[in-house]
């Protein structure tokens, strides 16, 4: 049979994997929420048009990477290569540079697509966490995401974090600087690669990207960005340097860092992590400054700053450096009925034991009980709860600890009793609004415990009652 396998460059997503991004994403979500972003959601489909005026039309992800097509109707669409552009006609779209209060902060999760040669920490489909500023200039805003940025990080476990920072300053600073850069490389552009030829014309800025051994070193002493920002630029840039230093982000100033997206203006930053022998995968994130970019897709000029990390690099690193919680999955208990006439009320008793909150499952076709447990056991389960012939008459059921073996019969009435008696002290708090520990008394007066016995995840608060 042909075996049907992913698309180059594309992968799946799952078991341990699945439940670390789950984990990332959320950690992500609960410090944009901090932070005061609120989600967006646009699709993953745009017209074409929308990339090649905002990354632009010099940029390697416009000339070569993107998922362009023609649609059934004849029209020019792409599968989004990053998601700032997207953002900002959504914000556009709706008009919220003329009815909301500003910066519109929004945050994002989701994949976007470049037909990029894949090798490590490099996909055609990868997923990007991120945020975006619109509507503002203010350096206080470029350093708080770039604050934002490192706490996320560092609340995943990152330790050698390495951000690297640099400015591009304003339009003036730029052709400014494009000009002088120009007249440094014309000379030597024969000997240059052709990827640098090709920049040299297009965006002569990314030649200071190249990584071709051979013009490493004509790059290395070209002329500085920094003597040629406007007083105006400087001035900017070192607020926001200042305001990193008072928040204590420690980073590393990189005249060479001028980044792949030609929407980018002032400030542009990458965040690194080096293993113990100094290699890195890449970015794991990155962003900067835009100052023309909503007046491009908007017609209302306007300032925007923002970030996107990469989940697959994020998750590479934190497991290659044992960097990932413990993500070991738990059952609470595992209903074991022991033939098929048991399963139709074992599974109403399943239904039960997860609506009093606990994590339950049920063999659906039992084998012997001896199977059973050992799946249990696969399964990392804490409780077995036996329904045979005689349960089901006598409405019992018999609840065996996994750990120490010991069993014992129980009433269903009694069930729920049981069950918290057992686990409430193992029981995971995920997801009590008091974040309480179940090992100490908690008098957090959070409106679940007290109206809603059974709504309330934390039993802890239901023994209390
Ligand atoms: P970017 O540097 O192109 O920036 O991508 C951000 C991050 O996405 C990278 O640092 C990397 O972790 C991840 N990434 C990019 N390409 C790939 C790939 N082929 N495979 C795996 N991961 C990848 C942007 O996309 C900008 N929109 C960031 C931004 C937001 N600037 C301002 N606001």
């Keep these: 049979m042909d075996n049907i ?37 646009t699709p993953v489909l745009e017209y074409s048009k929308l990339f090649t005026r905002s990354v632009g039309e010099s940029s390697d992800i416009v000339r070569k990477e993107m998922y362009e097509f023609l649609d059934k109707g004849g029209r020019s669409v792409s599968l989004r290569p990053e998601f700032t552009a997207s953002i900002v006609r959504a914000a556009a779209n709706a008009k919220l540079f003329n009815t909301q209060d500003l910066p519109i902060k929004a945050f994002y999760v989701g994949p976007a697509f470049r037909y990029e040669r894949p090798q ?22 470029d350093a708080e995401i770039i604050s934002f940025g490192y706490k996320f990080l560092q609340l995943l476990g990152f330790k050698n974090l390495k951000l690297k920072i640099n400015t591009l300053g304003d339009d003036e600073s730029k052709s400014n600087y494009k000009k002088a850069i120009k007249e440094y490389f014309k000379p030597h552009l024969e000997e240059m690669c052709s990827d640098c030829k090709e920049r040299y014309e297009l965006n002569p800025l990314r030649i200071l990207d190249c990584k071709v051994p051979s013009d490493i070193e004509l790059v290395k002493n070209a002329p500085s960005m920094k003597n040629y920002l406007t007083s105006e630029s400087k001035e900017y840039y070192s607020l926001i340097l200042d305001m990193l230093n008072e928040l204590q982000i420690p980073f590393e100033e990189d005249d060479s860092l001028v980044r792949g997206l030609d929407y980018y203006s002032d400030v542009v930053f990458e965040y690194h992590f080096y293993d113990e022998e100094g290699k890195s995968i890449g970015a794991l994130g990155a962003g900067g400054h835009y100052d023309k970019l909503i007046g491009e897709l908007s017609g209302i000029n306007h300032d925007g700053v923002g970030l996107a990390f990469g989940l697959e690099r994020l998750y590479s690193v934190l497991q290659s450096n044992n960097l990932l919680p413990d993500m070991t999955h738990v059952l609470d208990v595992m209903v074991m009925p022991i033939s098929d006439n048991e399963v139709p009320f074992s599974y109403i008793i399943t239904e039960y034991i997860r609506d009093l909150g606990y994590k339950c499952d049920i063999s659906y076709s039992p084998k012997s009980l001896k199977s059973q447990f050992k799946k249990a056991e696969r399964k990392n389960t804490r409780f077995a709860l036996i329904v045979g012939e005689d349960e089901l008459k006598t409405q019992t059921a018999i609840l065996k600890n996994m750990e120490t073996q010991v069993q014992e019969k129980v009433p269903l009435q009694d069930l729920a009793d049981a069950l918290d008696k057992h686990l409430i002290n193992h029981h995971s708090h995920e997801g009590c609004e008091c974040g ?25 608060h239901k023994e209390e009652e």
Excluded: M, W
């Design 436 to 460: 309480c520990d179940s090992d100490d008394d908690c008098d957090c007066d959070c409106e679940h415990d007290h109206e809603h016995e059974h709504e309330c995840c934390c039993h802890h």
């Design 5 to 41: 396998v992913t698309v180059k460059g594309t992968h799946d997503v799952i078991n341990d994997e699945a439940i670390a991004y789950q984990e990332i994403e959320l950690a992500f979500r609960e410090l944009a929420d901090l932070y005061g972003y609120l989600e967006f959601k």
């Design 120 to 141: 490590a920490g490099r996909y055609r489909q990868f997923y990007q966490l991120g945020l975006e500023a619109l509507g503002e200039r203010s350096p206080i805003l």
